[in-house]
Protein backbone atom coordinates (compact mmCIF):
# COMPACT_ATOMS: atom_id res chain seq x y z
CA UNK A 1 0.00 0.00 0.00
CA UNK A 2 1.56 3.38 -0.99
CA UNK A 3 -0.14 5.36 2.09
CA UNK A 4 -2.30 5.20 4.94
CA UNK A 5 -6.09 7.83 4.71
CA UNK A 6 -7.81 8.39 7.62
CA UNK A 7 -11.20 9.74 6.93
CA UNK A 8 -12.33 11.92 10.24
CA UNK A 9 -15.32 14.12 10.96
CA UNK A 10 -18.34 14.73 12.93
CA UNK A 11 -20.47 11.74 13.53
CA UNK A 12 -23.87 10.36 10.99
CA UNK A 13 -21.99 12.46 8.45
CA UNK A 14 -21.32 9.54 5.90
CA UNK A 15 -17.82 8.26 6.97
CA UNK A 16 -18.90 4.87 7.23
CA UNK A 17 -20.58 5.11 3.24
CA UNK A 18 -17.49 6.37 2.24
CA UNK A 19 -15.42 3.94 4.26
CA UNK A 20 -17.25 1.19 2.04
CA UNK A 21 -17.33 2.74 -1.01
CA UNK A 22 -13.75 2.87 -1.18
CA UNK A 23 -12.71 -0.18 -0.18
CA UNK A 24 -15.48 -1.98 -2.05
CA UNK A 25 -17.44 -3.94 0.38
CA UNK A 26 -19.61 -2.85 3.15
CA UNK A 27 -17.19 -3.77 5.76
CA UNK A 28 -18.30 -0.62 7.96
CA UNK A 29 -21.65 -0.58 9.88
CA UNK A 30 -23.98 2.12 8.37
CA UNK A 31 -26.91 3.57 10.14
CA UNK A 32 -28.79 7.12 10.90
CA UNK A 33 -28.16 6.92 14.29
CA UNK A 34 -24.89 8.70 15.16
CA UNK A 35 -21.84 6.89 16.88
CA UNK A 36 -22.40 3.35 15.12
CA UNK A 37 -18.92 3.21 14.15
CA UNK A 38 -17.07 3.26 18.04
CA UNK A 39 -13.37 2.15 16.83
CA UNK A 40 -11.37 2.38 14.12
CA UNK A 41 -11.51 0.02 11.23
CA UNK A 42 -9.08 -0.78 8.34
CA UNK A 43 -9.29 -1.87 4.98
CA UNK A 44 -7.73 -1.67 1.41
CA UNK A 45 -8.99 1.05 -0.17
CA UNK A 46 -8.72 1.34 -4.03
CA UNK A 47 -9.47 4.37 -6.28
CA UNK A 48 -8.53 4.40 -9.53
CA UNK A 49 -4.65 2.72 -9.69
CA UNK A 50 -3.83 3.93 -6.47
CA UNK A 51 -3.96 1.46 -3.67
CA UNK A 52 -3.60 2.24 0.20
CA UNK A 53 -5.06 1.84 3.91
CA UNK A 54 -8.38 3.08 4.12
CA UNK A 55 -9.39 3.63 8.16
CA UNK A 56 -13.20 4.84 8.54
CA UNK A 57 -12.62 6.47 12.76
CA UNK A 58 -14.81 6.67 15.20
CA UNK A 59 -17.12 10.38 14.73
CA UNK A 60 -15.09 13.45 16.04
CA UNK A 61 -17.38 14.45 19.26
CA UNK A 62 -16.66 17.11 21.86
CA UNK A 63 -17.06 14.71 24.69
CA UNK A 64 -15.92 14.25 28.31
CA UNK A 65 -12.51 12.62 28.09
CA UNK A 66 -14.02 10.01 30.88
CA UNK A 67 -17.10 9.07 28.74
CA UNK A 68 -16.99 6.35 25.53
CA UNK A 69 -17.29 9.57 23.81
CA UNK A 70 -14.43 11.01 24.86
CA UNK A 71 -12.32 8.03 24.30
CA UNK A 72 -12.87 7.65 20.61
CA UNK A 73 -12.34 11.50 20.17
CA UNK A 74 -8.93 10.88 21.81
CA UNK A 75 -8.50 7.60 19.85
CA UNK A 76 -9.25 9.45 16.14
CA UNK A 77 -6.82 11.95 17.27
CA UNK A 78 -4.41 9.54 17.16
CA UNK A 79 -5.29 8.27 14.02
CA UNK A 80 -5.09 11.92 12.96
CA UNK A 81 -1.39 11.62 14.20
CA UNK A 82 -0.47 8.02 12.32
CA UNK A 83 -1.96 8.65 9.23
CA UNK A 84 -0.64 10.46 6.07
CA UNK A 85 -3.84 11.94 4.75
CA UNK A 86 -6.66 13.00 6.65
CA UNK A 87 -10.13 13.19 4.80
CA UNK A 88 -11.81 15.62 6.45
CA UNK A 89 -15.48 14.69 5.59
CA UNK A 90 -18.44 17.76 6.59
CA UNK A 91 -22.50 17.18 5.77
CA UNK A 92 -23.09 19.63 2.80
CA UNK A 93 -26.33 19.87 3.73
CA UNK A 94 -25.82 21.00 6.92
CA UNK A 95 -23.34 23.11 6.03
CA UNK A 96 -20.16 24.39 8.80
CA UNK A 97 -21.13 23.84 12.58
CA UNK A 98 -19.19 24.87 15.13
CA UNK A 99 -17.96 21.08 15.76
CA UNK A 100 -16.28 21.17 12.44
CA UNK A 101 -14.85 24.32 13.12
CA UNK A 102 -13.52 23.06 16.88
CA UNK A 103 -12.16 19.50 14.47
CA UNK A 104 -10.77 21.80 11.78
CA UNK A 105 -8.60 23.60 14.14
CA UNK A 106 -7.23 19.84 15.69
CA UNK A 107 -6.84 18.78 11.93
CA UNK A 108 -4.56 22.12 10.95
CA UNK A 109 -2.38 21.70 13.96
CA UNK A 110 -1.91 17.48 13.78
CA UNK A 111 -2.55 16.34 10.40
CA UNK A 112 0.44 16.07 7.86
CA UNK A 113 -1.83 16.66 5.11
CA UNK A 114 -5.84 17.26 4.65
CA UNK A 115 -8.30 16.93 2.07
CA UNK A 116 -12.08 18.97 3.03
CA UNK A 117 -15.18 16.69 1.11
CA UNK A 118 -18.33 18.08 1.56
CA UNK A 119 -20.31 14.82 1.63
CA UNK A 120 -23.97 14.82 0.28
CA UNK A 121 -23.47 17.69 -1.79
CA UNK A 122 -25.78 16.16 -4.85
CA UNK A 123 -28.31 18.38 -6.41
CA UNK A 124 -28.82 21.71 -5.28
CA UNK A 125 -29.75 21.19 -1.75
CA UNK A 126 -25.56 20.89 -0.80
CA UNK A 127 -24.57 23.92 -2.73
CA UNK A 128 -24.76 26.28 0.15
CA UNK A 129 -23.03 24.24 2.62
CA UNK A 130 -20.23 22.62 0.10
CA UNK A 131 -19.07 26.64 -0.39
CA UNK A 132 -19.25 26.85 3.54
CA UNK A 133 -16.71 24.64 3.85
CA UNK A 134 -14.21 27.22 2.16
CA UNK A 135 -14.04 28.72 5.74
CA UNK A 136 -12.70 26.06 7.43
CA UNK A 137 -9.13 27.35 5.44
CA UNK A 138 -8.09 23.49 4.49
CA UNK A 139 -7.95 24.32 1.10
CA UNK A 140 -11.11 24.23 -1.68
CA UNK A 141 -13.28 21.49 -0.47
CA UNK A 142 -14.68 18.11 -2.95
CA UNK A 143 -18.28 18.23 -3.62
CA UNK A 144 -19.11 14.12 -3.26
CA UNK A 145 -21.76 11.47 -2.76
CA UNK A 146 -20.42 8.72 -1.16
CA UNK A 147 -23.46 7.40 -1.67
CA UNK A 148 -23.50 7.93 -5.40
CA UNK A 149 -20.90 7.65 -5.70
CA UNK A 150 -19.86 11.04 -7.23
CA UNK A 151 -16.62 13.25 -7.00
CA UNK A 152 -14.92 9.97 -7.05
CA UNK A 153 -12.36 11.20 -10.36
CA UNK A 154 -11.90 14.53 -7.80
CA UNK A 155 -10.86 12.93 -4.79
CA UNK A 156 -9.24 10.79 -7.11
CA UNK A 157 -7.02 13.84 -8.83
CA UNK A 158 -6.46 14.92 -5.22
CA UNK A 159 -5.17 12.01 -3.52
CA UNK A 160 -2.48 11.44 -6.75
CA UNK A 161 0.20 14.46 -5.94
CA UNK A 162 0.19 12.84 -2.10
CA UNK A 163 0.51 9.76 -2.31
CA UNK A 164 3.15 10.37 -4.98
CA UNK A 165 5.49 12.97 -2.16
CA UNK A 166 4.08 10.78 1.27
CA UNK A 167 5.28 7.40 -1.05
CA UNK A 168 9.08 9.40 -1.61
CA UNK A 169 9.19 10.49 2.47
CA UNK A 170 8.62 7.08 3.46
CA UNK A 171 11.75 5.17 5.10
CA UNK A 172 11.63 1.81 3.89
CA UNK A 173 10.30 -0.63 5.94
CA UNK A 174 12.27 -3.66 7.56
CA UNK A 175 10.21 -6.58 8.18
CA UNK A 176 11.91 -8.86 11.05
CA UNK A 177 13.58 -12.07 10.28
CA UNK A 178 13.14 -15.52 11.27
CA UNK A 179 14.71 -19.18 10.81
CA UNK A 180 17.70 -17.12 10.00
CA UNK A 181 20.30 -19.94 8.33
CA UNK A 182 24.13 -19.56 9.93
CA UNK A 183 26.97 -19.73 8.17
CA UNK A 184 29.67 -22.58 8.64
CA UNK A 185 31.96 -20.07 10.17
CA UNK A 186 28.87 -18.48 12.38
CA UNK A 187 27.95 -22.29 13.62
CA UNK A 188 31.95 -23.16 14.43
CA UNK A 189 31.92 -19.85 16.44
CA UNK A 190 28.87 -19.53 17.78
CA UNK A 191 29.39 -15.71 17.69
CA UNK A 192 27.21 -13.00 16.39
CA UNK A 193 24.04 -13.06 18.30
CA UNK A 194 24.54 -9.18 19.43
CA UNK A 195 24.06 -8.79 16.02
CA UNK A 196 19.92 -8.71 16.51
CA UNK A 197 20.18 -6.27 19.59
CA UNK A 198 17.46 -4.05 18.79
CA UNK A 199 18.00 -0.43 18.07
CA UNK A 200 16.40 2.47 16.21
CA UNK A 201 16.74 0.49 12.48
CA UNK A 202 15.91 -2.25 13.74
CA UNK A 203 12.94 -2.17 16.60
CA UNK A 204 12.26 -5.36 19.09
CA UNK A 205 8.99 -6.35 17.02
CA UNK A 206 6.25 -7.34 20.06
CA UNK A 207 2.85 -8.56 20.09
CA UNK A 208 0.72 -8.44 23.35
CA UNK A 209 -2.00 -11.31 22.57
CA UNK A 210 -4.51 -12.59 25.30
CA UNK A 211 -8.20 -13.11 25.85
CA UNK A 212 -10.89 -9.96 25.70
CA UNK A 213 -10.75 -7.26 28.24
CA UNK A 214 -7.07 -9.47 29.60
CA UNK A 215 -5.77 -5.37 29.74
CA UNK A 216 -4.08 -5.08 26.40
CA UNK A 217 -4.65 -2.02 25.06
CA UNK A 218 -4.29 -1.17 28.72
CA UNK A 219 -0.30 -2.27 29.33
CA UNK A 220 0.38 -0.61 26.01
CA UNK A 221 -0.66 2.42 26.98
CA UNK A 222 1.11 2.76 29.77
CA UNK A 223 4.18 1.16 28.43
CA UNK A 224 4.21 4.20 25.58
CA UNK A 225 2.77 6.68 28.11
CA UNK A 226 -0.18 8.06 26.48
CA UNK A 227 -3.20 7.00 25.65
CA UNK A 228 -2.76 5.73 22.20
CA UNK A 229 -5.04 2.77 22.01
CA UNK A 230 -8.67 2.98 22.89
CA UNK A 231 -9.42 1.05 26.42
CA UNK A 232 -12.36 0.84 28.74
CA UNK A 233 -14.03 -1.94 30.42
CA UNK A 234 -15.90 -2.91 27.38
CA UNK A 235 -14.79 -5.96 26.21
CA UNK A 236 -13.68 -6.21 22.32
CA UNK A 237 -13.25 -2.49 22.05
CA UNK A 238 -9.95 -3.28 20.24
CA UNK A 239 -11.06 -4.83 16.36
CA UNK A 240 -7.93 -4.52 14.46
CA UNK A 241 -4.29 -5.09 15.20
CA UNK A 242 -2.72 -1.21 16.03
CA UNK A 243 1.18 -0.93 16.03
CA UNK A 244 2.77 1.75 17.29
CA UNK A 245 6.69 2.26 17.54
CA UNK A 246 7.93 3.66 21.08
CA UNK A 247 11.00 3.04 23.63
CA UNK A 248 10.05 0.71 26.70
CA UNK A 249 12.90 1.64 28.75
CA UNK A 250 15.47 2.54 26.74
CA UNK A 251 14.36 -0.39 24.40
CA UNK A 252 12.96 0.50 20.97
CA UNK A 253 10.28 -1.81 20.06
CA UNK A 254 7.27 -1.60 17.26
CA UNK A 255 4.46 -3.17 19.74
CA UNK A 256 0.90 -4.68 18.17
CA UNK A 257 -2.03 -4.60 19.82
CA UNK A 258 -4.66 -7.35 18.58
CA UNK A 259 -7.64 -8.08 19.12
CA UNK A 260 -9.17 -10.30 22.13
CA UNK A 261 -9.05 -13.79 21.30
CA UNK A 262 -12.20 -15.77 22.14
CA UNK A 263 -13.17 -19.33 22.13
CA UNK A 264 -13.62 -20.80 18.68
CA UNK A 265 -17.15 -21.30 19.07
CA UNK A 266 -18.17 -17.93 20.99
CA UNK A 267 -16.41 -16.34 17.37
CA UNK A 268 -19.84 -15.65 15.78
CA UNK A 269 -19.73 -11.99 14.27
CA UNK A 270 -17.85 -11.83 11.51
CA UNK A 271 -15.92 -8.74 12.28
CA UNK A 272 -14.54 -10.73 15.36
CA UNK A 273 -13.46 -13.39 13.48
CA UNK A 274 -11.30 -11.30 10.83
CA UNK A 275 -10.12 -9.89 14.18
CA UNK A 276 -8.56 -13.20 15.62
CA UNK A 277 -7.29 -13.78 12.08
CA UNK A 278 -5.50 -10.17 12.74
CA UNK A 279 -4.28 -11.05 15.72
CA UNK A 280 -2.72 -14.27 14.32
CA UNK A 281 -0.69 -12.34 11.94
CA UNK A 282 0.39 -10.38 14.18
CA UNK A 283 2.27 -12.88 16.10
CA UNK A 284 3.53 -14.07 12.59
CA UNK A 285 5.02 -10.68 12.24
CA UNK A 286 6.60 -10.11 16.34
CA UNK A 287 9.72 -11.54 17.51
CA UNK A 288 8.76 -11.73 21.49
CA UNK A 289 5.36 -12.59 21.98
CA UNK A 290 3.67 -11.83 25.41
CA UNK A 291 0.56 -13.61 26.55
CA UNK A 292 -1.50 -11.71 28.70
CA UNK A 293 -3.29 -13.36 31.62
CA UNK A 294 -5.95 -12.25 33.62
CA UNK A 295 -4.92 -13.39 37.11
CA UNK A 296 -8.00 -13.96 38.58
CA UNK A 297 -9.08 -16.20 35.76
CA UNK A 298 -5.32 -17.40 34.44
CA UNK A 299 -4.32 -20.17 32.04
CA UNK A 300 -8.03 -20.96 30.62
CA UNK A 301 -8.14 -22.97 27.89
CA UNK A 302 -8.02 -20.39 25.47
CA UNK A 303 -4.57 -19.02 27.11
CA UNK A 304 -3.39 -21.88 26.41
CA UNK A 305 -4.16 -22.43 22.74
CA UNK A 306 -2.28 -18.60 22.31
CA UNK A 307 0.52 -19.65 23.96
CA UNK A 308 0.75 -22.65 22.08
CA UNK A 309 0.15 -21.06 18.57
CA UNK A 310 3.16 -18.65 19.62
CA UNK A 311 5.52 -21.13 20.44
CA UNK A 312 4.41 -23.60 17.41
CA UNK A 313 4.97 -20.45 14.90
CA UNK A 314 8.38 -19.88 16.46
CA UNK A 315 8.46 -17.11 18.39
CA UNK A 316 9.62 -16.27 21.99
CA UNK A 317 7.50 -15.92 24.78
CA UNK A 318 6.88 -14.02 27.90
CA UNK A 319 3.45 -14.95 30.12
CA UNK A 320 2.48 -12.12 31.86
CA UNK A 321 -0.47 -12.13 34.96
CA UNK A 322 -2.41 -8.98 34.35
CA UNK A 323 -4.84 -6.68 37.26
CA UNK A 324 -2.20 -7.91 40.18
CA UNK A 325 -3.17 -4.95 41.91
CA UNK A 326 -6.51 -6.65 43.14
CA UNK A 327 -4.39 -9.87 44.29
CA UNK A 328 -4.50 -9.90 48.12
CA UNK A 329 -2.86 -13.62 48.82
CA UNK A 330 0.41 -12.67 46.40
CA UNK A 331 2.59 -15.20 47.53
CA UNK A 332 0.51 -18.14 47.66
CA UNK A 333 -1.17 -17.04 43.81
CA UNK A 334 2.15 -16.56 42.65
CA UNK A 335 3.07 -20.08 43.62
CA UNK A 336 -0.20 -21.61 42.13
CA UNK A 337 0.51 -19.54 38.98
CA UNK A 338 4.23 -21.25 38.41
CA UNK A 339 2.78 -24.43 38.95
CA UNK A 340 -0.45 -24.70 36.42
CA UNK A 341 2.35 -22.90 34.04
CA UNK A 342 4.50 -26.01 33.99
CA UNK A 343 1.83 -28.21 34.39
CA UNK A 344 -0.35 -27.00 31.63
CA UNK A 345 2.61 -25.68 29.11
CA UNK A 346 5.34 -28.21 29.56
CA UNK A 347 6.60 -27.27 25.51
CA UNK A 348 7.47 -23.79 27.46
CA UNK A 349 9.32 -24.80 30.22
CA UNK A 350 11.54 -22.33 31.61
CA UNK A 351 9.76 -19.52 29.88
CA UNK A 352 9.60 -16.23 31.74
CA UNK A 353 6.37 -15.44 33.77
CA UNK A 354 5.96 -11.98 35.48
CA UNK A 355 3.43 -10.33 37.39
CA UNK A 356 2.15 -6.75 36.71
CA UNK A 357 -0.54 -3.97 36.47
CA UNK A 358 -1.44 -2.21 33.45
CA UNK A 359 -3.27 0.03 35.41
CA UNK A 360 -0.42 1.10 37.87
CA UNK A 361 1.98 0.29 35.49
CA UNK A 362 3.98 -1.76 38.89
CA UNK A 363 5.73 -5.32 37.39
CA UNK A 364 6.48 -2.73 33.94
CA UNK A 365 10.24 -3.12 35.04
CA UNK A 366 10.11 -7.31 35.66
CA UNK A 367 7.86 -7.53 32.28
CA UNK A 368 10.88 -5.19 29.97
CA UNK A 369 13.40 -7.22 31.72
CA UNK A 370 11.90 -10.76 30.85
CA UNK A 371 11.54 -9.44 26.75
CA UNK A 372 14.96 -8.92 26.30
CA UNK A 373 15.85 -11.74 27.69
CA UNK A 374 13.47 -13.92 25.71
CA UNK A 375 14.48 -12.07 22.73
CA UNK A 376 18.49 -12.68 23.89
CA UNK A 377 17.62 -16.39 24.02
CA UNK A 378 15.80 -16.57 20.85
CA UNK A 379 18.91 -15.33 18.96
CA UNK A 380 21.34 -17.60 20.87
CA UNK A 381 24.15 -18.89 19.17
CA UNK A 382 26.22 -22.19 20.59
CA UNK A 383 29.80 -23.19 18.40
CA UNK A 384 30.17 -26.84 17.19
CA UNK A 385 32.92 -27.62 19.66
CA UNK A 386 30.60 -26.84 22.42
CA UNK A 387 27.81 -28.95 21.15
CA UNK A 388 29.68 -31.69 20.40
CA UNK A 389 31.50 -31.87 23.69
CA UNK A 390 27.99 -31.78 25.61
CA UNK A 391 26.34 -34.39 22.89
CA UNK A 392 29.09 -36.92 23.99
CA UNK A 393 28.16 -35.98 27.89
CA UNK A 394 24.89 -36.70 27.28
CA UNK A 395 24.83 -39.73 25.36
CA UNK A 396 27.48 -41.14 28.21
CA UNK A 397 24.97 -40.04 31.07
CA UNK A 398 22.17 -41.15 29.24
CA UNK A 399 22.66 -43.61 26.08
CA UNK A 400 20.54 -43.77 23.19
CA UNK A 401 18.25 -47.08 23.22
CA UNK A 402 19.33 -49.87 20.55
CA UNK A 403 15.34 -51.37 19.52
CA UNK A 404 16.25 -54.60 18.19
CA UNK A 405 19.81 -54.80 19.18
CA UNK A 406 20.75 -52.11 16.87
CA UNK A 407 22.56 -49.60 18.47
CA UNK A 408 21.86 -45.71 17.80
CA UNK A 409 25.16 -43.81 17.41
CA UNK A 410 24.46 -39.71 17.79
CA UNK A 411 28.24 -38.86 15.40
CA UNK A 412 27.58 -34.70 15.18
CA UNK A 413 25.74 -31.95 16.07
CA UNK A 414 25.58 -28.36 14.60
CA UNK A 415 23.31 -25.63 14.93
CA UNK A 416 22.26 -24.21 11.61
CA UNK A 417 19.91 -21.41 12.39
CA UNK A 418 18.48 -19.02 14.85
CA UNK A 419 15.14 -16.96 15.85
CA UNK A 420 14.26 -19.93 17.27
CA UNK A 421 17.85 -22.08 17.61
CA UNK A 422 17.87 -24.82 15.35
CA UNK A 423 20.01 -27.43 15.65
CA UNK A 424 20.95 -31.20 13.05
CA UNK A 425 22.53 -34.05 15.01
CA UNK A 426 23.73 -36.83 12.71
CA UNK A 427 23.52 -40.13 14.06
CA UNK A 428 22.00 -43.88 12.43
CA UNK A 429 18.58 -44.53 12.77
CA UNK A 430 17.24 -41.76 13.93
CA UNK A 431 13.43 -43.69 12.41
CA UNK A 432 13.72 -45.09 16.11
CA UNK A 433 15.06 -42.83 18.29
CA UNK A 434 12.15 -42.20 20.71
CA UNK A 435 10.36 -38.72 21.23
CA UNK A 436 11.27 -39.12 25.15
CA UNK A 437 15.14 -39.12 23.64
CA UNK A 438 14.38 -35.96 21.82
CA UNK A 439 12.99 -34.19 24.58
CA UNK A 440 16.01 -35.40 27.12
CA UNK A 441 18.39 -33.77 25.10
CA UNK A 442 15.85 -30.19 24.23
CA UNK A 443 15.96 -29.97 28.14
CA UNK A 444 19.26 -30.80 28.07
CA UNK A 445 19.99 -27.78 25.87
CA UNK A 446 17.88 -25.61 27.65
CA UNK A 447 19.59 -26.61 31.07
CA UNK A 448 23.44 -26.53 29.90
CA UNK A 449 23.30 -23.79 27.36
CA UNK A 450 20.62 -21.04 29.02
CA UNK A 451 18.02 -21.10 26.87
CA UNK A 452 14.85 -21.31 28.90
CA UNK A 453 11.08 -21.20 27.39
CA UNK A 454 12.53 -20.45 23.97
CA UNK A 455 11.54 -22.77 20.95
CA UNK A 456 14.07 -25.02 20.23
CA UNK A 457 14.12 -27.22 16.81
CA UNK A 458 16.03 -30.34 16.61
CA UNK A 459 16.48 -32.57 13.61
CA UNK A 460 18.21 -35.69 13.21
CA UNK A 461 19.97 -36.60 9.89
CA UNK A 462 20.29 -40.09 9.04
CA UNK A 463 23.64 -41.63 8.40
CA UNK A 464 23.33 -45.16 8.30
CA UNK A 465 26.33 -46.63 9.24
CA UNK A 466 28.89 -44.25 7.71
CA UNK A 467 31.92 -43.36 9.58
CA UNK A 468 33.00 -39.76 8.40
CA UNK A 469 36.78 -41.03 8.15
CA UNK A 470 35.96 -44.16 6.63
CA UNK A 471 36.59 -42.96 2.62
CA UNK A 472 40.31 -41.09 3.60
CA UNK A 473 41.43 -44.18 5.82
CA UNK A 474 40.60 -46.77 3.13
CA UNK A 475 42.60 -44.73 0.94
CA UNK A 476 45.69 -44.52 3.15
CA UNK A 477 45.44 -48.16 3.59
CA UNK A 478 45.17 -48.60 -0.62
CA UNK A 479 48.71 -46.53 -0.90
CA UNK A 480 49.94 -48.55 1.84
CA UNK A 481 49.44 -51.57 0.14
CA UNK A 482 50.33 -51.34 -3.51
CA UNK A 483 53.60 -49.43 -1.65
CA UNK A 484 54.65 -52.73 0.23
CA UNK A 485 53.37 -54.71 -3.01
CA UNK A 486 55.83 -52.47 -5.29
CA UNK A 487 58.48 -53.09 -2.97
CA UNK A 488 57.93 -57.15 -2.87
CA UNK A 489 58.01 -57.06 -6.67
CA UNK A 490 61.61 -55.33 -6.80
CA UNK A 491 65.03 -57.51 -6.86
CA UNK A 492 67.18 -57.33 -4.14
CA UNK A 493 70.15 -55.01 -4.56
CA UNK A 494 68.02 -52.54 -6.46
Known amino acids: MSFTLAIVGRPNVGKSTLFNRLVGKKLALVDDQPGVTRDLREG ?233 ADGLRAVRFAEVVVVLLDVAIPFEQQDLRIADYAETEGRAVVVAANKWDLEEDKPEKLKELRESFERLLPQLKGAPLVTVSAKTGKGLDRLHNAILMAHEVWNRRVSTAKLNQWLGAMTEAHPPPAPGGRRIRLRYMTQVRTRPPAFIVKATHTDKLPDSYQRYLINGLRADFDMPGTPIRLMFRDQGDKNPYRFKATKINQSGALSKHKNRQKPKGT
Open 44 to 276: QGRLGDLRFIVIDSAGLEIAEDDSLQGRMRRLTERAVDEADICLFVVDARVGVTAADEYFAEILRRRARHVIVAANKAEGRAGESGAMEAYALGLGEPLRISAEHGEGMDDLYRALLPLADQVEAERPAPIEPEFDVDLSEEDAESGEGAEDWRPSEARPLQLAVIGRPNAGKSTLINKIIGEDRLLTGPEAGITRDSISVTTEFMGTPMRIFDTAGMRKRAKVNDKLEKLSV
